[in-house]
């Protein structure tokens, strides 16, 4: 036995042996992963495992110049329902609550989501779709329904978040509030002012954060705070008055519906600083119904037609080439130019008119005579001038696309000895709606010419980052003397000029007419004409404190096209309704002179009424309706004819009464 | 007092205790580590039920532990007499039962009626088959036996127990067969007819794989999956094992010499059975070069104590009985340790008292608890001479302290 017991530990001291070496090849092992092959596995470590999250910034808002919010993000989220997750338990348990609450929330009824839900599942289908893009608020409601409650994993709910920027005007200047949009190839489009600020103000950093993956496609943050904390977006406040807003987009809108317009825009600006305050901008849809399109105000550039006049006369006036009581010739209504006719649209013409009463009636001949006759030897000094006034290049607003304006200049392939005559009653060159607005509204603002602007402050929540002040492009276009003269002639072109139809004797506005023939050089032109009507100008006449233009194109000449009867009305409409709340004129009587008598009335009525209680008291001179409550409370029965004063009462003054008496009142 | 009764109870080799004791407290970080995957994933967000779950295993295993190590181990002999037809029962209704886990066809476990928890039979009845084979080894220790008459008593109960395992675990049924093999060459089983045995076990393994192909509906899914994990061993196509085991390579190459820190390993995220099968790679993860060998050298010291045991134990049957349940310990550590380093193919094998899961830590509790009653018994036999000479009070200091109380 002792020599087995030794055999047995022999051969114990081998197999420990054995088991040893085992343990040293191990650690061998161990060292050559860590060592020889270590760094291609930490490599893969890292690589895999471990990568940097992007923390998208909140975008900032834009808001109104007053305060309301015009655009903004708020999460949106995706509800889908994993068919497979849940137990077959828990499945049977609650998809009789499940299909209720969805019953209750989408209208189809329980029955219905029962049915589904059993189909999708034997389907296997893992990523049912139940409701897209709906608010905070729903989401919650949808995460307490029965089974999906239960969560991800056992309930098989699925959320899937996203931002989604929200318009609460709706549709309401859509376009010049903007918005960024990536297509899927990449290409972004920002148009607007949220497009136009939102990569310098309203995008704000995107922050990082260092995430390690943890198997079945999660990731956990490695840290717990962000490698790059993400900073939210600046708000932007924008000029834009909702009020007058929508005061110019309703208008418009109800014009275009009328008219069957093809497009129209509306641009409200304030005339000291060039804070534009509306930009509406509506255009057809093949149902004819219309939505902001395009940017038309900022981004089309078109001939002017009639509004040019004015630039075309102001020339003439700074360069003293003529006065406004200079008299032209606008003959029959036709006049000859260089191998075509001019005309215009009064037949039989205004005959012998002043340079003033020309732009008033917006004389085609008048202006087209008085600038030929001052220019044609020297066309370029006329040019330079509009140059000097900008006129030829873009203004540089912030929205991006803004139309390209141009002016033909001597030399030019456009240029001809037409070019200068119609030039001058607003053909042969082109402009867009903005462009001529702030022009107009230099000479509202007595000759400073103010860049329109659409934002007015950055914001950090409530700390300012930036104010934006007026900027000047020319300090002075004209001298005093021919701005008041231009004053005084676009006020009598409301007054009586082509503008008369619009006068209001209870609010002033100046302005001028347009309406300008659109592809007049096509064939058919005569039987199937296409214009666009504008008006353009300012309020009050006096002390003017908003410019507006208005232009509607391609109007129902059947209904109508001139300026005055298409975009007049949509100019008279916004000016009308600002101006009620500030009104020129007083229109009702003052007030205090009517409190003195109330008062008087009605402690004459309190005497009377603590004073009497069974004895008739006089109520000649009161009020019927005091009369009738103060005898009605004693307990007279009133009879009375109709309201106004007492003149008489059939009982005297000083009698005692009783109750349920009759009482006769005479009233003036 | 409560302690001082519970040290003065324990009796064996002290040092064992103390190894065990201290892996068990070591097994707590890695395992509440690597178990915060499982609860983020499984969507209980708890990771301290897995803290409890661990600790109530534990627990339950030192309890065993301590039973068994009262246990005069004589009494084991027939013990394992009467357990073995009661493993083969057991092995029996868990093969029809066919318990399924994480999805693949693998009848392991069964459900213990009243406690409610799952156990894998196979590592019972690989202690069981142990202590009957240290039995049957240490009873014809003085008889010259011929290969004929070992078949019926010997063999035929390890296969019959092996052949019930292979089905659903062909690796814990080589290593109960490797283990078998050790004990037996260590038992003084002429070496000649161990040859011949592995030849049968050999052909008997080759039968089986050419029947499970042969029809496939019998045993789907086992055989397919040992052929791809040994093919995918040598060769170099990406599967479900090379993921494992390039995962556990990373986790061993971020450890590093000093590890990223408790709790910090990444890896342990994606490694299936982070806190089990691949807790090696998780420890080196966290505890870097100097964890991993510290891990080692216990279990080396484990290894040297139990020798220890071995050779002083005044029996043939208690040396073998210490021996054949001690090495499979080890050497289950080994291939532990061997899987997760690249050394050996993906088996599935767990780091004894360190991995998370009942049975592993149960059964090495029982097996531990046997060698401890081994050296108990010993201990007594030495207290007896001691007292007889009247040198007992020196010889044991807790002796000296309780009698001081």
């Known amino acids: 036995m002792a020599v087995q017991e030794k055999g047995i530990l022999n051969r114990l001291y081998f197999v420990a042996g054995c088991m040893f070496i085992f343990g040293i090849a191990v650690v061998f092992k161990l060292f050559s992963i860590q060592f020889i092959q270590g760094d291609k596995y930490r ?11 992007v923390i998208p910034a909140n975008r900032g808002n834009v808001y109104s110049s007053n305060g309301n919010l015009l655009a903004t993000s708020i999460p949106k989220y995706d509800i889908r329902f ?28 329980s029955s219905y989501y029962t049915q589904k839900l059993r189909k999708e599942r034997k389907n296997k289908s893992r990523y049912l779709l139940l409701a897209r893009n709906i608010g905070y608020s729903q989401y919650l409601r949808f995460r307490s329904f029965p089974l999906l409650n239960l969560g991800a994993y056992k309930g098989g709910l699925i959320v899937e978040q996203s931002t989604k920027r929200e318009y609460p005007l709706g549709v309401v200047a859509q376009r010049t509030i903007g918005y960024e949009r990536k297509d899927e190839a990449g290409n972004v489009t ?75 825009c509306v641009v409200v600006m304030d005339v000291k600083t060039g ?30 037609g009639s509004s040019f006049k004015l630039m075309a006369l102001m020339v003439a006036l700074e360069d003293k080439k ?81 139309g390209k304006p141009d002016i033909p200049q001597p030399g030019d392939k456009k240029w001809s000895r037409n070019a200068l005559p119609s030039i001058a009653y607003g053909y042969n060159l082109r402009l867009t709606p903005l462009q001529t607005l702030a022009f107009y509204n230099a000479i509202a603002n007595n000759g400073k010419m103010v860049k329109p602007r659409f934002i007015k402050e950055v914001k950090e929540h409530s700390k300012s980052i930036e104010k934006f002040d007026e900027m000047i492009l020319v300090d002075q276009i004209a001298s005093k003397e021919t701005l ?86 949509v100019f008279k409409k916004v000016a009308q309704k600002i101006f009620t709340d500030t009104p020129i004129k007083e229109e009702i009587k003052s007030l205090n002179a009517e409190t003195v008598q109330l008062t008087k009335d009605y402690n004459s009525y309190n005497d009377k009424a603590r004073t009497y209680i069974t004895i008739m008291p006089s109520v000649v001179g009161l009020p019927v309706m005091d009369a009738v409550a103060l005898l009605e409370n004693m307990g007279l029965k009133v009879v009375f004819n109709k309201t106004g004063r007492v003149k008489s009462q059939s009982i005297s003054k000083g009698i005692k009464v009783k109750a349920n008496q009759t009482i006769e009142l005479e009233v003036s | 007092m409560e302690m001082k009764t519970v040290f003065n109870n324990i009796k064996g080799d002290r040092l064992i205790w103390a190894l065990v004791a201290l892996l068990a407290i070591f097994s707590f970080l890695p395992v509440y580590s690597a178990s915060s995957n499982l609860a983020y994933v499984t969507g209980s967000g708890n990771t301290f039920t897995f803290f409890i779950k661990h600790f109530i295993h534990l627990l339950m295993g030192f309890g065993i532990m301590y039973g068994v190590h009262k246990f005069p181990y004589r009494y084991f002999r027939g013990l394992s007499l009467i357990m073995l037809p009661l493993v083969i029962v057991l092995l029996i209704i868990t093969m ?85 093999l050790v004990l037996t060459f260590l038992g003084g089983y002429p070496i000649r007819y161990l040859a011949a045995i592995v030849g049968a076990g050999l052909i008997g393994f080759i039968m089986f794989v050419l029947v499970a192909k042969a029809f496939p509906d019998a045993m789907p899914n086992r055989v397919d999956t040992w052929i791809s994990r040994i093919e995918n061993f040598s060769d170099n196509a990406d599967t479900k094992e090379d993921y494992q085991i390039e995962k556990a390579k990373i986790a061993i190459a971020s450890g590093g010499i000093k590890g990223v820190g408790p709790g910090k390993s990444i890896q342990k995220n994606f490694l299936p059975q982070s806190s089990s099968d691949f807790i090696f790679a998780i420890i080196i993860e966290e505890y870097g070069m100097i964890g991993g060998l510290f ?93 007889d000479l009247d040198e007992d009070l020196e010889d044991n200091p807790l002796e000296v302290l309780s009698e001081a109380m």
């Open chain 2, 96 to 180: 029809i039962q066919g318990t399924t886990i994480d999805g693949a066809n693998a009848s392991r476990w069964i459900r213990i009626p009243i406690v409610g928890v799952s156990f894998q039979t196979s590592t019972f009845a690989s202690v069981v088959l142990m202590v009957y084979v240290a039995r049957y080894l240490s009873k014809i220790k003085d008889e010259k036996v011929s290969f004929k008459e070992t078949i019926l008593p010997l063999w035929f109960p390890v296969f019959l127990v092996l052949m019930l395992i292979l089905p659903s675990n062909f690796s814990t049924t080589a290593i109960i067969f490797s283990m078998v």
């Open chain 1, 484 to 569: 008041d003269k231009i004053h005084e002639i676009l006020k009598n072109t409301v007054e009586r000029g082509t503008g008369s139809s619009l006068y209001s004797k209870y609010f002033s506005m100046a302005g001028k007419t347009g309406t300008t023939r659109v592809e007049y050089w096509k064939d058919g032109w005569e039987e199937n004409p296409k214009y666009i009507s504008s008006f353009t100008g300012y309020f009050p006449a006096e002390n003017p404190k908003y410019s507006c233009i208005v232009v509607i194109h391609e109007p129902k000449v059947k209904k109508g096209f001139y300026g005055a009867d298409v975009s007049g009305p």
């Open chain 2, 295 to 387: 891990l080692l050298l216990m279990y080396m010291f484990l290894l040297f104590r139990i020798v220890i045991v071995a050779q002083k134990s005044d029996s043939v049957f208690g040396k073998l009985l210490v021996l054949g349940v001690g090495i499979p310990i080890i050497f289950q550590a080994l291939i532990n340790m061997a899987v997760a380093v690249e050394l050996f193919p993906v088996t599935g094998q767990t780091l004894p008292f360190v991995s998370s899961g009942g049975t592993s830590i149960w059964m090495s509790c029982l097996a531990i608890g046997i060698i401890l009653s081994v050296s108990a018994k010993r201990e007594e036999l030495k207290q007896k001479e001691s007292n």
């Open chain 1, 275 to 304: 804070e534009i305050k509306a930009i509406a901008n509506l255009g057809r849809t093949s149902t004819n119904t219309y939505y902001e399109k395009l940017n038309y105000a900022v981004g089309e550039s078109h001939e002017p």
């Open chain 1, 43 to 53: 490599e893969m470590a890292d690589k895999r495992d471990i990568k940097e999250m």
């Open chain 1, 190 to 264: 920002r148009p607007g002012i949220d497009g136009a600020f939102g990569e310098s103000y309203l995008k704000g950093k995107d922050g990082l954060r260092l995430k390690q993956k943890i198997g079945k496609g999660q990731w956990k943050p490695i840290v717990d705070y962000d490698h790059v904390e993400p900073v939210d977006g600046y708000d932007v406040y924008t000029t834009i008055d909702v009020n007058i807003q929508d005061i110019a987009h309703h208008a418009l809108l109800e014009q275009l519906e009328y008219y069957e317009a093809e497009h129209g």
């Open chain 1, 82 to 109: 994993d068919a497979l997750a849940s137990s077959n338990k828990n499945f049977e348990k609650h998809i009789k609550g499940l299909s209720d609450s969805l019953s209750v929330y989408f209208g189809k009824p």
């Open chain 1, 322 to 402: 003529i006065d406004t009581s200079t008299i032209v010739d606008t003959g029959r209504g036709k006049k000859h130019f260089y191998g075509r006719y001019i005309t215009d649209s009064k037949t039989g013409g205004y005959g012998k008119i002043s340079a003033a009463r020309a732009l008033e009636v917006s004389s085609n001949i008048g202006l087209a005579t008085l600038i030929d006759d001052a220019y044609a030897d020297n066309p370029q000094q006329f040019i330079d001038k509009l140059k000097s006034w900008h006129l030829n290049e873009r203004l540089g607003v912030a929205i991006k696309g803004e």
